[in-house]
C-alpha cells in the first residue's frame, strides 16, 4: 500500500532529525567544555603571566575545537544543505570560539583574525561548512569587550605600552566596523558596545600619557597619533 | 469615502454591481498602500544609510563627511521622497499614514541630525515642510509631515546625537559633547510637556524612556572627562583653554 | 528662540486636537449607547418575535443616530483634511450601527444593504463625512456572525425555510466578498471569520434538509422529502 | 589593508543578503495570490457545480505555481545551501498549496497525493529545492479539515455516497497519521483536529444510513464495513 | 532625630496592616478551601445524581462560609473605612462563592439568586461588611458559563426538557445584564463571554427539537412562543 | 551535604584544597544528573511511544494493540526505569527530582493509560511502587514514585483518555467513551480538592483548566452520539439494546 | 419583576459610580499636568541654573496641586468610606507629586521631606482624606532615583561638594527604610533600587575623592568619619 | 473504593506536608529578620566605621541563627529523607545568612570561610541537617558582590591598600570558583557576575597604583610610586 509505504518512510525520517539534534546537541556540549578550558587559561593574562606562557597552554585546546567542528561538520555533511536548518544550535558556542581565537591572535600579532584566518584555525571550509559571517562579527564584537580590562590590569603591572596599541587596534577596528550598514539587531548593540571600550581605553591611555608613563616615545606612538587626529 | 454612487438600482445584480465598485476602490487604495510602503521602506533605508554616515565623523574629517551626508540626505528627497509625494497627491493624507510614517520619521531624524551637525540647531518643521513643498505639482495641496511623525522622529534623534557624543569624547571633541549634551537635555524638556498630548501617546512614552536613558549616557561620559581632564590641569598647567583635554593627539 | 518658538506652536495644535477628540469621544459615546438600545430590540428577533413588531421599534434608534452622526460631521469639519486623523475614535462605532442597519434590512428585504443605502440612513454625504468602506464592509461581516444564530433559533421555531433563504444570501455575500483583494489586516480576520458562519448555515440546512423539514416546493427539497417521508 | 577589504566584502554580503530575503517575500506574496485563486475557484465545489469543471479552472493555477516555485528554486539556488536560512519566509504559503492540491487529487482519484506526487506537480526536486515532509504533512491536515464541509453540502445536493467514500479515504489517512510518533507540536495539534473531521464525516454517513438513503449497496460500501471493522 | 522618629512610626503602622493582611489571607484560604468542597458536591449533578442529594450535601459548607465572612467582617472592623483597601484579598474568593450559590439556587428555584439573598446566605450586611455589587454579578456570570455543561449532560442523560428552561433562564439573565452600562473592565468581559453561554444552550436546544425530542405537548413554534412571551 | 570535613586545616592553601573537594562533589552530582536526566528522557519518548501505540486500538484489534503495548510498558521499565533506579540509589529522591519528573510522569501516564484500556480501572500509585521494589538492590531504599509525580502524570492521562474516547466513538463504541468518561470526571473531582494542596500548584492549576476542557470535549461528544442516535430508534426499533448505534460497521 | 427591579438598582449604582471615575479622572489628569509643568522647571537644576531661580519656577505649581487635590478630597467626600475604592485611580500621580516635592525640599534644606510636611504641602487632612504612606515611601524612592543623575551634573559644573552631601542624605534615608518590613510588592521593588543609586552615589564621591578634588579642609579620612556619624 | 481511599490518604499526606511548610516558612521569616539585623549593623563598615565594632555587634545575631537553624532541622527530622523536599523553602535565607557570615570573616580573617567552617558557625551537621554546597557557594557569590563597594569606601575613606587586599582574595577566589564544573543554573549566573566584581576591583586598584596612592612596600608599587611622585 503505497500510502502506508510513504508514511513508514517519513517515520524514518522524522526520527532521524531528532537523533541529528541529539548528536549535534552532545558535540556543541563538548565546544563549549573546551572554549572553557581555553578562557581559563587565557584568564591568566590578566594576572600579567608572560603571553607565549599564556598563548601556549590555550593554544592545546585549538587543536580539540578543529576536531570538533570537523565531527559537527561531518554530522551535518549526512543531511545535506541542511546546515542553516540547525545552525542555531551551536551558534553562540561559535561566538565564543571566535571570541577567544581573535583575542589570541591579537596578542600574538597585535591585529586583527580575519575572517578567513579563523576558518582556517578551525578547518573550516567555506563551500561546505563555514563560519557564518554573522557568528563571525558578533565574536570580535565579544573580544573588544574584553580589551579595556586588559589594558587596566596590564597598565597596573607597570606596562605602559598597553593602551597606545591598543588603542590604535581598537580605532581601526571601530573604523572598519562602521563601515557596515548594520541593520537595529543584536549585532548592532554589540557593536554600539565597542563604542564604550574604545572609550575606556582612550581614558587609560590619557591617565599613562598626562603622568609622562608612556615617555618611551618611539615613532609607533606618534603614528598612532597622526593616525587618530 | 470618495466612491461615487453611479445608477446601480437598476442591475439585475446590484450586490454584485457594487462589490465590483468596492473592489476597485480597495485595489487602488491597497495598490497605493503598498506603493507607498515600499517608498517608506526606500526613505528608511536610505535615511539610515545618511545617519551611519555622519557617524563616520571624526575630528578632522568633518567637513567632508558632513558633506556626503547632507548630498545623500538631498538624494534622498528628491529620489524617494518626491515618490512619496508624488503617491500621496490628491489623497488623504492622515489616511495612509500607518504607511509612510516609518519613513518619514526615519527622514526627519536623519535630516535633523545632518542639520545639527552643521548649524548646532534644530530644523524645524516649518523647514522641513517648505523643501517639501518644491516637490508637489502647485495644482494640489502639498504634503506636509505632521507633527506627530515630526516629534516621533525627534525622539530617536536623540539616540543617534548620544551615539555622536560618545564618538566625539573619544575623539577629544568634549565642547562638542557637551554642546550635544545641552541640546538633548533642551529636547526632552520640551518633548516632556507635549508627549503626554499626542496621539497613541504609548509609542512616544517608552521613546521618552530611551531618551533618558541617552541623556544620562552623555551626562556620565560628561562627568568622566571632567573628573578626569581635573588631573590634567595641576600637571600640564592650564594654558590649554579649550575644553578638549582629552584625546590622544592633545596629550602631545 | 525658535526651538521654544516651535514647541509652543506644537503646545497649541495638539491641545486643540486633544479638546476635539474629547468631543468626538463624547458623541461617539452617544452613537454607543444608541446602538446599545437599537440591539437590544433586535435581539428580540432571536425569541420569534414577529419581524414587523421587532424592526418597528429598532427603526427608532436610527433618527436617533443620523442626528449624532452629523453632529460627528460637524466637529470634523473644523478641521478639514483630517477626517482620516480621528476616524479611529468613531470607527468600531460606526461599524456596529452597519452591522445592525444591515440586518435589519435583511430582516425586511432579503437583500444586501449597499454602502450607498448605509450612507443614506444615516444621512452622510460621502463628500464631506462618508462611510468608510473598509468600515461598511467590517459591519457586514460582523453582520453576517449572527446569521448562524438567528438560523438556528428560527429553525428551532417551527420556521424550516429560513436556513435555505440565509444559505443562499450568505454564500452570495461570500462570494462577493472574495472578489475584494483584502490586506493582511481586522477586515480580513473578519471575513476569514466569515467561512464559519457559513459552514454553520450550511449544516443547519442540511440537518433541515435531511429530515424532509424543509418544505418549500423546489426539486431538490422534493427530493429528500420524497425518499424519507 | 586587509581589514578594510575584509570589512568591505562584508558589506555587500550583508546587503545581498537583506535584498535576497526582499526577493522571496515578493516571490512568496505572488505564491499566496495564485493560491486564493486556486481556493476561489475550489470553493464552488460546495455548491454542486460538477467536478470536473471546478477541477479545470482550479488546475490552470498549478502551472503558475510552478512557475512561482521555480522561481524561488532559482533565487535559492544563488546561495547554494542557504534551503533552510529562509525556509520560514514561505513555509505557510507552501503548506496552503499542498492543502489545495491533495484536494484536487482526491477529487480526481479519491486517493492522497503522495509527497512525491506533490513535489512533482510543483516541478521540484527534492534534492536541490524540494517539499519539507513537515510542511507536507500540515498541508494534508489542512485538507483534512475541509472535507466535513464538502460531505455535507454533498449530501445537501443529494450525493449520498459522498460521506462513504470520504470516510473510507479518511479513515486510512488517520490511520497512516497514526503511524508517525510526532513530538508534540504544531503537527500534532493539527492533527489532533483530524480526529474530529473523521468523527463528523461519521456521523453525516450514519445520518445518511440510518435514513436508508445509501442503499445503492455495491461492494465498496461493504469494503470500507469490513476494513474499518 | 525626626527622620528617625517618623520611619518608627511607619514601622508600626506597616506591621499592622501586614499583621492584619496576614489574617484576612488566612481566612480567605479558608474559603476557598470550604468553596472547592462545595464544588466538589455540586460536580456530582453532571453525572445525573438526584437534584436533592446534591444540593443537600453542597448546602452543608454554607454554614462554614458564612462563619468565615463572619470572621473576615470582624478583621475589617478593626480598621474602619478600609473594607476597599483589603478587599482585593477575598474578591476572587468571593466571586466563586457566589457562582456556587447562584448555581445551586437555580437547581432548587429555577430563578435567579438576588444580590440580597446571596448576602442572608452568607449572612453579611451591607452596611458593614456587604457584598459588592461587582463581586456579585461577576459570579454570576461564572455560573452562566457552567450552564452549558449542564445542559449538555442532562440531554445526554435523557432529559430533553432541560434546554427549554436554562435557556428561558439565560435568556432573561443575558437581557437584564444588557441593562447595565459596564466598563471596559473584567467584569465586563466576563460578561461578554455570556453570549456564548447563550448560543451553545440554544444550540443544545436546537439539536433536541429538530429531532423531535423535546416532546411536551403542543406544536413546536406554538410552544417557542408561549414559553418566551 | 554528604561532604566530608578532613583534616584540610594545615593545608598550605586551604581555599584550593577545600575547592577541590567542592569540585569533587559537583563533579560526581552534575554527571549523576546529567545521567538521571538522560535516562527521564528515554523514559519520556518511550513512554510516548506506549502512548501512540494505545491509540492505535480499534475495535476489532483491542487485545493485540492493548499486548503490544504493555509489552512495550514493561520495556521500559526493564530497559531504562531500571536504570534510573540503578543511578538514584543511595540518594536522597527528592534532591535530582526535577532531573527525572518529566520522566516519570510520562511513564505513569502511560501505565495508567494501559491499565485503564485493560482493567477500566486507575492503576494505584502502591502498585506502580511495588513493581519498582523489584528492581532495586534489597539492601538500599527502593526509588519511590512520590505523590507529586503520579499526580501531575495522571493529569495528563486525561489529555490521553479524551483522545482516546473520541476515536472509540468514531469507532462506534459508545459504552467505552461513557466509561471513559466517567472515569476522567471522578479523577477530576478527585484531583479538584488535592490540586491546591500541592507544592508548586502552579503547574497543577493549568493542568486542571486543560482537564476540565478534556472532561468537556468527551461530553460534548457522547452528547451528540446521544441525539444523533436518538433518531435511530424509531427507525430499525430498539432491539440493539447496546449503545453502540453509531459507527459504519453497526448501521449494516 | 424581581430580577429587573434589582438590574435597574444596579444600573443606578455603577452608572453612578462610573460618573465618579469620570470626574476623578478629570482631576487627575490636571495633577498630571501640573506636576509635569513642575517636573519640567526643575530639570533645569541639571544644567546648573541657580536653586533658588529654579525653585521658585517650580513652586508656583504647589498652589495648583492643593486646589487640585482639594477637589479630589471633595469628590470621594461623596461617597464615604470609599477612599480606598478609588484610590488606585490617583495613585501613581500622587506618588509623582511627592517625589518632586521631596526633591525640591532638599534642594531647599538638604534634609527628608516628611510625611506631615508634604501633607501639609499639598493641603490634606489624615482624617478625611491623607496621603498614604506606601505613596509617600514610594515617591521618596522615586526621588532617590534621580539623585546620582543631580550628583553626576553637579560635579561635571563643578560643584565638588555636592556628592559628599547626598551621600550623607541618601546614606541616612536608606538606613531608615531599612528599619521597614516591606512585603513583596511595589514598594520593595522600588525600594531595592534606592541600593543601586546610593551605590552610584558613593562611586560618583570616589571619583572626586580620589582626585582630591573634594579639597574642603582636613584630612580626608578623618572628614568622612565626622560626616556619617 | 480503592480509587478514593488512595485519594484520602494523598489529601492526608499532602495536608501533613502543608502543615510542615507553614511551620517551616515561620522559621524561614525568622533567619531573614535576623539576617536583616546582621547585615544592618553590617552596613556600617561602609561608613567607615572601625572592623572591630562593626563584627562585635553583627557577631551578636550568630547565636540566634545558630538556634534558628536547630529549630529547622528538628522541623525536618520529622520526614526523615525527604531534606530536600523542602529546601526550596529556607534556600535563599540560607544563601544571605552564608554571604553575610562569609564577609565578616574575611573582614577578621582575610580569607574565605570555608563550607566546613560556615556548617561549624551554624551549629549544623552535614550528616543529619548541613548546609547544601551549592548554597554556600551562592552565598559566596553574594559576598563577592559586596566587595566592590566595601573597596570603593574604603579608597574614599583613605585605606589606599585596601584594594590590593580584597583583589588578591578576589582574584584566587575567581580561580578557585573556575575549578568548579557549574551547570547553566542560578549558581552559574551569580559566578559569572564575579567578573564583574573582580574587574570592578581591578579599576580601583588601577586608580590607586596610578595615582601612587598604594605606598606599600612590595617592587611593582613602589615602582609606580617612583616614576608619579
Ligand atoms: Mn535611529
Ligand atoms: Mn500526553
Known amino acids: 500500500h503505497t500510502l502506508e509505504k510513504q508514511f513508514e518512510v517519513f517515520q524514518h525520517k522524522l526520527s532521524d532529525s531528532g ?3 541529539e548528536r549535534i546537541r552532545g558535540v556543541a556540549l563538548e565546544i563549549e567544555s573546551a572554549t572553557r578550558l581555553m578562557q581559563s587559561s587565557l584568564l591568566l593574562i590578566h594576572q600579567s603571566r608572560p603571553i607565549p606562557e599564556v598563548l601556549e597552554k590555550a593554544n592545546g585546546q585549538i587543536v580539540v575545537l578543529r576536531e570538533l567542528f570537523a565531527k559537527l561538520a561531518e554530522i551535518i555533511s549526512e543531511s545535506p544543505g541542511q546546515y542553516y536548518r540547525y545552525h542555531g544550535d551551536w551558534r553562540s558556542e561559535t561566538q565564543s570560539v ?6 589570541m591572535h591579537w596578542l600574538e600579532t597585535e591585529s586583527l583574525l580575519l ?8 578547518g573550516l571550509k567555506s563551500s561546505e561548512f563555514g563560519l557564518d559571517i554573522e557568528d563571525y562579527l558578533t565574536g570580535i564584537c565579544f573580544m573588544s569587550n574584553d ?3 586588559y589594558v587596566v590590569n596590564q597598565v597596573t603591572a607597570g606596562d605602559y605600552d598597553c593602551p597606545r596599541k591598543v588603542l590604535k587596534f581598537l580605532t581601526d577596528l571601530h573604523a572598519a566596523f562602521r563601515m557596515l550598514n548594520l541593520r537595529n539587531d543584536f549585532l548592532r548593540k554589540k557593536f554600539d558596545g565597542m563604542k564604550y571600550d574604545l572609550r575606556r581605553v582612550e581614558e587609560v591611555h590619557y591617565d599613562v600619557k598626562i603622568r609622562g608613563l608612556a615617555t618611551s616615545g618611539n615613532s609607533t606612538a606618534e603614528q598612532v597619533d597622526g593616525e587618530t587626529s | 469615502r470618495s466612491l461615487t454612487t453611479s445608477a446601480a438600482d437598476s442591475d439585475p445584480n446590484p450586490m454584485k454591481h457594487a462589490f465590483s465598485k468596492y473592489a476597485t476602490y480597495l485595489n487602488d487604495l491597497n495598490d497605493k498602500r503598498e506603493r507607498v510602503v515600499k517608498a517608506s521602506r526606500d526613505i528608511t533605508m536610505n535615511s539610515k544609510k545618511v545617519i551611519f554616515q555622519v557617524h563616520r565623523i ?6 567632508e563627511v558632513l558633506e556626503k551626508a547632507e548630498k545623500d540626505l538631498a538624494a534622498v528627497m528628491d529620489q524617494y521622497i518626491s515618490r512619496l509625494v508624488k503617491e500621496l497627491q490628491g489623497t488623504d493624507f492622515w489616511k495612509l499614514r500607518r504607511a509612510y510614517s516609518p519613513g518619514v520619521q526615519e527622514y526627519v531624524e536623519a535630516a535633523t541630525l545632518c542639520n545639527f551637525c552643521k548649524t548646532g540647531a534644530l530644523l524645524n518643521l516649518d523647514e522641513i515642510n517648505a523643501s517639501l513643498q518644491t516637490l508637489s505639482d502647485p495644482s494640489v495641496e502639498p ?14 534623534l536623540t539616540g543617534e546625537l548620544m551615539r555622536l557624543a560618545i564618538g566625539r569624547i573619544s575623539d ?6 557637551q554642546k ?13 510637556l507635549i508627549a503626554p498630548k499626542m496621539e497613541d501617546s504609548s509609542d512616544m512614552k517608552s521613546k521618552m524612556d530611551t531618551m533618558l536613558q541617552s541623556v544620562m549616557k552623555i551626562e556620565n561620559a560628561c562627568f568622566s572627562v571632567r573628573v578626569r581632564g581635573s588631573e590634567y590641569i595641576p600637571f600640564l598647567g592650564s594654558e590649554d583653554t579649550s575644553f578638549s583635554w582629552l584625546g590622544a593627539s592633545n596629550a602631545e
Open chain 1, 19 to 21: 537523533t541529528l539534534r
Open chain 1, 98 to 103: 571566535v571570541s577567544l581565537l581573535a583575542f
Open chain 1, 115 to 122: 575572517h578567513a584566518e579563523a576558518e582556517e584555525k578551525l
Open chain 1, 147 to 149: 580589551l579595556p580590562r
Open chain 2, 58 to 63: 571624526s575630528k578632522h574629517n568633518k567637513d
Open chain 2, 143 to 156: 504634503l506636509q509631515i505632521n507633527v506627530l511623525d515630526y516629534l516621533l522622529g525627534l525622539a530617536d
Open chain 2, 172 to 177: 577629544g571633541e568634549l565642547e562638542y559633547a
Open chain 2, 180 to 192: 550635544i549634551c545641552t541640546f538633548v537635555r533642551e529636547i526632552y524638556r520640551e518633548l516632556l
